[in-house]
């Protein structure tokens, strides 16, 4: 049995009038990538923001590395996240700073490097991501794909043990997007990450998932490797992977 | 469409404002809290510090200033219209003197610098709640609060102040001109008029409101700013009630400073 990294636990979260999680069950195991996919506003997002602890579940447990996420007070919430990193939808690089300033900026709040090892660390996560040459520009200035791309090498620079993305390709041309699935499945396999995923584009999720699991009413309706999933008979994954709007699930 | 409009219907009923305004009374006064015991923090990084002085203070003077010298010019020519005929011209420089520095000089300037400020930190905190930047922030192990509140509420709090005295100076100076040389004032009278009865307290008084007028701001700011949600609109609605909130606060607490400083200790 590999050792278990993350688990979700019965989890359920209402917002506003609508329970957005009703009793999600996931078990995630240490360097493994799970993809998580699902309709827009099935609550694919909310989850991930329950595993940084920007949102806490109304019931059930949360539990990273063996630690309740919720049960942790400010101070110790903001060191367990030095250890996970999150790729965000919209990239959400800080704009008043240039490219190199967001990637460093982890290092300078959390380690006393020096400055020149700062910058060491910082042309080297943009060179991971094939950004090198890009450091004093600003993200405005910067492409959707760039932008991600930087975004990813900020939320490596404290090495991560657990990566977290949110939507990393959409909204890339198929290119960059294969350009970025490349560079996930890297560095899970390369540097034994765990991550997870949300993502909605399929390609994206036979690419770089170990597991697919898909989150259907709040619940974790099918889970299995990319194999198993494309080739199930339920016929709500199958609508979903294939793309058709007639089947259980119903256009919104 | 329905359920929206109902519920549009229900976020307008009495008790569903009220309790939304007990809510937001609420989320403010934990806001304080959290950014009082990150204040020692924040004062570590002097560079953030530092630039948000510049943003609310130096870049706040050209405005302050202006407004200043007008409204000493205007406190020039209605009190010697007011005068007329009853007070001798050897008040005006009291009169001006005195309004100003209590009351004109800090609460002005607040209010054109709340204007400015405040919605200017509404706008950029909004865009960066939207925009997912503060999830990040907080995602990445820093604490919003330590990095992007605390800082605007000492910056506010210390350049508040200054901005007045720099408003007060000019806004006599106003005054100055306008009585020297359109009403026949000579500049003997005006200053001998200045220093009647002048006590140090009434500045130091004006200059305590200018502090908590810029916690006003600053914490109005940051609160609508951290708390918008849904794009450009929420952001735009978070910038008009930060300023809103900000402008009758000032009001409201000028008044309650007034009635302590000048009616229970200075009594």
Same mark, same amino acid.
């Given at each position: 049995?590999?050792?278990?990294?993350?688990?979700?636990?019965?989890?359920?979260?209402?917002?506003?009038l609508?329970d957005?999680?009703?009793?999600?069950?996931?078990t995630v195991?240490?360097?493994?990538?799970?993809?998580?996919i699902?309709?827009?506003?099935?609550?694919?997002?909310v989850?991930?923001?329950?595993?940084?602890?920007?949102?806490?579940?109304?019931?059930?447990?949360?539990?990273?590395?063996g630690?309740?996420?919720?049960s942790? *007070?400010?101070?110790?919430? %903001?060191?367990? #996240?030095? !250890?996970?990193?999150?790729?965000?939808q919209?990239? @959400?690089?800080f704009?008043?700073?240039?490219?190199?300033?967001?990637?460093?900026?982890?290092?300078?709040?959390?380690t006393?490097?020096?400055e020149?090892?700062?910058?060491?660390?910082?042309?080297?996560?943009?060179?991971?991501?094939?950004?090198?040459?890009?450091?004093?520009?600003r993200?405005?200035?910067?492409?959707?794909?760039?932008?991600?791309r930087?975004?990813?090498?900020?939320?490596?620079?404290l090495?991560p043990?657990?990566m977290l993305?949110?939507?990393?390709?959409?909204?890339?041309?198929?290119?960059?997007? *294969?350009?970025?699935?490349r %560079?996930?499945r #890297?560095? !899970?396999?390369?540097l034994?990450?765990?991550?997870? @995923?949300?993502?909605?584009?399929?390609?994206s999720?036979?690419?770089?998932?170990?597991?697919?699991?898909?989150?259907?009413?709040?619940?974790?309706?099918?889970i299995?490797t990319?194999?198993?999933?494309?080739?199930?008979?339920?016929?709500?994954?199958?609508?979903?992977?294939?793309?058709s709007?007639?089947?259980p699930l119903?256009?919104? | 469409?329905?359920g929206?409009?109902?519920e549009?219907?229900?976020?307008?009923?009495?008790?569903?404002?009220?309790?939304?305004?007990?809510?937001?009374v609420?989320?403010v006064?934990l806001?304080?809290?959290?950014?009082?015991?990150?204040?020692p923090?924040?004062?570590?990084?002097?560079?953030?510090l530092?630039?948000?002085?510049?943003?609310?203070g130096?870049?706040?003077?050209?405005?302050?200033?202006?407004?200043?010298?007008?409204?000493?010019?205007v406190?020039?020519?209605?009190?010697?219209?007011?005068?007329?005929?009853?007070?001798?011209?050897?008040?005006?420089?009291?009169?001006?003197g005195k309004?100003?520095?209590?009351?004109?000089?800090?609460v002005?300037?607040?209010?054109v610098?709340?204007g400015?400020?405040g919605?200017?930190?509404?706008?950029?905190?909004g865009?960066m709640?939207?925009?997912?930047?503060?999830?990040?922030?907080?995602?990445?192990?820093?604490?919003p609060?330590r990095?992007?509140v605390?800082?605007?509420?000492?910056?506010?709090?210390?350049?508040l102040?200054?901005?007045?005295?720099?408003?007060?100076?000019?806004?006599?100076?106003?005054?100055?001109?306008?009585?020297?040389?359109?009403?026949?004032?000579?500049s003997?009278?005006f200053?001998?008029?200045l220093?009647?009865?002048?006590?140090?307290r009434?500045?130091f008084?004006?200059?305590?409101k200018?502090?908590?007028?810029?916690?006003?701001?600053?914490?109005?700011?940051?609160?609508y700013?951290l708390?918008s949600e849904?794009g450009?609109?929420?952001?735009?609605i978070?910038?008009t009630?930060?300023v809103?909130?900000?402008c009758l606060?000032?009001?409201?607490?000028?008044y309650?400073?007034?009635s302590?400083l000048?009616?229970?200790?200075?009594?």
């Amino acid at each position: 049995m590999p050792e278990i990294s993350l688990q979700f636990r019965d989890v359920w979260k209402r917002l506003g009038l609508k329970d957005v999680l009703r009793g999600v069950e996931l078990t995630v195991a240490r360097g493994e990538s799970v993809v998580i996919i699902g309709r827009s506003g099935t609550g694919k997002s909310v989850l991930l923001k329950h595993v940084v602890g920007l949102m806490r579940p109304d019931r059930g447990s949360v539990t990273v590395e063996g630690v309740e996420v919720a049960s942790l *007070d400010d101070d110790d919430l %903001l060191s367990m #996240r030095q !250890q996970m990193g999150m790729l965000f939808q919209g990239g @959400a690089l800080f704009d008043s700073m240039t490219v190199g300033e967001n990637v460093g900026l982890a290092l300078r709040e959390h380690t006393p490097l020096p400055e020149v090892q700062i910058d060491h660390v910082v042309q080297e996560k943009l060179a991971l991501v094939g950004l090198e040459g890009n450091k004093d520009l600003r993200p405005a200035s910067l492409s959707g794909g760039m932008k991600k791309r930087a975004a990813l090498a900020r939320a490596l620079a404290l090495n991560p043990k657990i990566m977290l993305y949110d939507e990393p390709t959409t909204g890339l041309d198929p290119i960059t997007a *294969d350009v970025i699935n490349r %560079l996930i499945r #890297r560095l !899970q396999q390369r540097l034994g990450i765990t991550s997870i @995923a949300v993502t909605h584009d399929m390609r994206s999720a036979y690419h770089i998932a170990d597991r697919i699991a898909m989150l259907h009413e709040g619940r974790i309706h099918a889970i299995g490797t990319p194999q198993e999933i494309q080739s199930t008979g339920d016929p709500a994954v199958r609508q979903f992977i294939e793309g058709s709007s007639e089947g259980p699930l119903l256009p919104t | 469409m329905n359920g929206t409009s109902t519920e549009s219907i229900a976020r307008r009923l009495p008790h569903a404002v009220l309790l939304r305004w007990l809510e937001d009374v609420g989320q403010v006064f934990l806001l304080v809290g959290s950014v009082l015991s990150e204040i020692p923090a924040a004062l570590r990084k002097p560079p953030l510090l530092f630039q948000q002085m510049v943003a609310i203070g130096v870049d706040s003077m050209p405005l302050a200033v202006i407004v200043a010298l007008f409204t000493g010019a205007v406190a020039a020519v209605q009190a010697s219209y007011q005068f007329r005929d009853y007070v001798p011209m050897i008040y005006l420089g009291t009169v001006i003197g005195k309004s100003v520095v209590i009351e004109l000089g800090p609460v002005l300037t607040a209010l054109v610098v709340g204007g400015r400020v405040g919605a200017s930190i509404a706008a950029e905190l909004g865009t960066m709640r939207v925009t997912e930047q503060v999830d990040a922030m907080e995602t990445m192990g820093i604490s919003p609060v330590r990095y992007l509140v605390a800082p605007r509420f000492l910056a506010a709090a210390l350049m508040l102040p200054v901005l007045t005295v720099f408003a007060d100076v000019v806004a006599i100076f106003g005054g100055f001109l306008v009585a020297t040389m359109s009403l026949d004032v000579s500049s003997h009278t005006f200053a001998s008029g200045l220093r009647l009865y002048f006590h140090i307290r009434d500045v130091f008084s004006g200059l305590l409101k200018a502090l908590f007028f810029g916690l006003i701001i600053a914490t109005m700011g940051c609160h609508y700013g951290l708390k918008s949600e849904g794009g450009a609109e929420g952001v735009g609605i978070a910038t008009t009630r930060a300023v809103v909130a900000s402008c009758l606060l000032i009001l409201i607490v000028d008044y309650l400073l007034a009635s302590f400083l000048f009616r229970v200790l200075f009594a």
